[in-house]
């Protein structure tokens, strides 16, 4: 099954539109630079279609605000003992909530852009791997062949 391919001006402009709107009231400043900031990168990536940085840039930002956003719900959102809020904050607090829940698959998508572009990131621990793919060596016996044997360090 092949993964159908998101503009990245579609991703940019929706989360955009979701940052907008969940920066209308109640959430600090800093989430909406966070977001904002990352949004930025994004258009950069838009901007420099070959350019592997950018959306790799784009990709580590919209992993790190999924964790801001997640701190700034749990500690700016209103306890149950304050159902007093309004309707404002309601549909701006839910439409940042659907902005990090869209953020993942929008991950996703960006890590197969990544890939596309030519962006090769490897997880690498430290650990050495095995592995059997010989086609990148040459043996020592058939270059010895290849020699001419009455020229051995190949003077003219």
């Known amino acids: 099954m092949e993964i159908p391919a998101i503009n990245l001006k579609a991703i940019i402009l929706v989360h955009w539109l979701l940052t907008l709107w969940g920066c209308m009231n109640g959430l600090p400043a800093s989430f909406a630079w966070g977001n904002f900031s990352v949004l930025a990168v994004g258009v950069w990536a838009i901007g420099q279609r070959d350019s592997v940085d950018a959306v790799l840039m ?3 930002g919209m992993g790190l605000t999924i964790l801001t ?7 700016y959102y209103p306890s149950e003992s304050n159902t007093n809020s309004s309707d404002s904050f309601r549909f701006s607090a839910s439409m940042a909530i659907l902005s990090l829940l869209l953020k993942p698959v929008s991950c996703f998508f960006v890590y197969q852009m990544y890939r596309e572009r030519g962006g090769d990131y490897n997880l690498n621990f430290g650990f050495p791997s095995v592995t059997r793919d010989r086609s990148a060596y040459t043996s020592i016996d058939q270059q010895a062949q290849a020699a001419d044997p009455a020229t051995p360090f190949n003077q003219a």
């Open 58 to 60: 784009l990709l580590i």
């Open 69 to 75: 956003d997640i701190i700034h719900f749990g500690v």
